[in-house]
């Protein structure tokens, strides 16, 4: 069973700082909140070039840029701010994995999930994204612990009960292939007992023929030594 794959984008309203170009953030913040991305995006982009321009102007844009299908854009802009955007750090680097899970590049995207659980904890959606990304690169054990952490973080989630059936079918699978990997070890174990079984058995069988043909070699000496008197 493959469950779906939840893919969230960080709509927040997000206070104001005093800055130079904070007419152009109100107004772009204005239009983004009435979900106006095209209208919302010259204000924005303007806000952004300032270079006191506060970490959620660059939020907001790379919303917006999501939103209006320019993926790369938003992923510039993320990455251009992730460094410095402190308080808002889990929020970027969530987003920036959203945009890399959703191009299929499984890897990169957790590694911003973790960056973002790295920096808040607390974070519930990115253990909910981080274990779908791990499902789909086939990591059950670690997706399954994701969606618990998920879970107590989020116990009142509307997808609790989706999520709890992907659960029981993704432990009965582990479940099952525990069994078969135990089952295969003891296998193992059992043909490696037996062969070293058999290895012993042919240096014991060794060890008592050994006599026997070294007695056989010495009555061959003597019935040698015999015929050379003999002629003699």
């Known amino acids: 069973m493959k469950p779906k794959e939840f893919i969230f984008l960080t709509l927040l309203v997000l206070p104001s700082w ?23 995006l010259a204000y924005l982009q303007a806000a952004a070039a300032s270079p006191d321009a506060p970490p959620q102007t660059f939020l907001y844009l790379g919303i917006v840029y999501t939103q209006l299908g320019r993926a790369s854009e938003a992923v510039s802009v993320y990455r251009k701010i992730l460094p410095s955007a402190g308080q808002y750090t889990a929020l970027v680097a969530f987003n920036l994995g959203n945009l890399y899970y959703a191009r299929n590049d499984l890897e990169t995207a957790e590694d911003y999930y973790n960056q973002s659980i790295d920096a808040d904890t607390s ?38 009960p989706q999520i ?40 014991q069988r060794a060890m008592e023929t050994l006599p026997a043909v070294q007695a056989a070699m010495r009555i061959m000496d003597d019935m040698t030594a015999l015929i050379k008197g003999a002629d003699q």
């Open 18 to 40: 005093g800055f130079a170009d904070g007419d152009n953030f109100s107004r772009g913040e204005e239009l983004f909140l009435q979900d106006k991305p095209t209208e919302s």
């Open 123 to 160: 974070f519930a959606s990115a253990y909910l994204n981080r274990a779908n990304t791990r499902l789909r690169k086939g990591e059950t054990t670690f997706a399954i612990a994701d969606y618990w952490q998920y879970l107590s973080l989020k116990g009142d989630s509307e997808k609790r």
């Open 164 to 203: 709890e059936q992907v659960l029981k079918v993704l432990q009965k699978e582990e479940d099952e292939r525990n069994v078969k990997a135990a089952a295969e070890t003891r296998r193992r174990a059992d043909i490696e007992a037996m062969n070293a079984a058999n290895e012993e058995m042919e240096k």
